[in-house]
């Protein structure tokens, strides 16, 4: 059983994972993706054809595949990280939200502990559930970074979403006994980014003379968790967590989002000059998003303690390599978006057309 099941192994944290399992020689990696909007092959560049990557387009919301998939890999652990995840998609349409990152996370649930209770009992000792989740699910945080045990407080559907398929994995530890980890974590940023998030959408506008837009006020605070580090922390988690247990996983570097604006804008103003204007000349104010959280921050110190995690890229260097990643890799962004700026999100109340 050297084997391990990703689902959302396409998207940006799910490939950069899949990635680094296989960089480092970890084992097999059974890729279970839908090829959604955000979910590229693309994404895949330099593992796709890995020997020891299996790709396997399917919905983790399919129960019967999802059963073929443990019976045929037997696989020693499950890493979840497939979800709907833009806050502004999810208050357009959430029931995509539901039907994926609830339903999609409980079939997922339901069939691993039917595969669960078929293995030996030393096969058992070593399988692991390990469900990837959001610090959003705390809601916005004032004081102190919130700790493990910290109230939910989502405010947004797709937070929502997330704090439900938390709960279920709870439930399953609790009551069927399934050995289950729950890490959140707090904003990623990196390559392979769906260009709909904050970083890659200020660089393609800036690279296009677009506005860049700064929701409200701009003065929103998130921690920045530059993606391999995330990846990194998993990695350590899936070895050395107790099952049961939910971890942390952040940097501690906050920032505002016109900080993390304006940083971007200065360094494409020295990778990729405009020849008259510097780049925050773009940044653009818009109207804010419905409930939209204040600041977000997580206090990883239960990691960092119990387990020796620590992160290993600031901000400032993530940064800049992310930056400069885009500039390298317009091909990417250009294949992945179809050539398309995208359009903004979240601005309108979901319609009863919504509903399945």
């Known amino acids: 059983m050297n084997t391990i099941l990703v689902t959302g192994g396409a998207g940006f944290i799910g490939s950069s994972f899949v990635r680094h399992w296989l960089d480092n020689g970890l084992g097999r990696v059974v890729n279970f993706d839908k090829l959604t909007y955000a979910g590229h092959l693309a994404t895949l560049a330099g593992v796709i054809d890995h020997p020891d990557h299996h790709f396997v387009h399917g919905d983790i919301a399919d129960g019967v595949l999802v059963r073929r998939l443990l019976t045929e890999h037997r696989p020693w652990a499950i890493v979840h990280f497939a979800a709907e995840s833009h806050v502004d998609r999810s208050i357009d349409g959430p029931a995509a939200f539901v039907a994926t990152n609830v339903v999609g996370t409980w079939t997922l649930l339901d069939a691993a502990t039917g595969y669960y209770t078929g293995l030996s009992a030393a096969e058992q000792t070593s399988f692991r559930f390990l469900h990837v989740s959001t610090d ?84 929103q605070v998130r921690d920045w968790l530059f993606v391999e580090d995330h990846c990194q922390a998993l990695e350590i988690i899936l070895a050395g967590g107790v099952p049961g247990e939910t971890f942390n996983i952040s940097s501690g570097e906050e920032r505002t989002n016109l900080d993390v604006v304006g940083a971007v804008c200065d360094l494409l103003d020295e990778l990729r000059p405009h020849p008259s204007r510097p780049h925050r000349d773009l940044i653009t104010f818009v109207p804010d998003r419905p409930g939209h959280d204040r600041r977000y921050a997580l206090d990883s110190t239960k990691v960092r303690r119990q387990l020796g995690w620590q992160p290993q890229v600031t901000f400032a260097d993530g940064l800049r390599f992310s930056v400069a990643w885009y500039l390298a890799n317009a091909a990417w962004t250009e294949e992945v978006t179809g050539g398309r700026p995208l359009a903004r999100l979240g601005l309108s109340r979901p319609s009863a057309s919504t509903i399945p």
């Not at 945080?141 to 937070?159: I, R």
């Not at 609790?174 to 990196?190: A, H, K, Q």
């Not at 393609?204 to 409200?216: H, K």
Request: net charge negative; glycine share 8%; hydrophobic share 35%.
């Open 136 to 219: 959003e699910v705390f809601g916005s945080v004032t004081g102190a970074a919130a700790e493990e045990a910290a109230p939910y407080a989502p405010n947004s559907p797709y937070a929502a979403s997330k704090a439900a398929a938390d709960h279920f994995v709870r439930a399953y530890h609790e009551t069927y006994g399934l050995p289950t980890l729950v890490t959140r974590s707090s904003n990623n940023f990196g390559p392979y980014q769906f260009p709909e998030k904050l970083i890659p959408v200020v660089i393609q506008n800036a690279l296009s003379g677009r506005p860049i837009p700064v929701y409200g006020d701009g003065q």
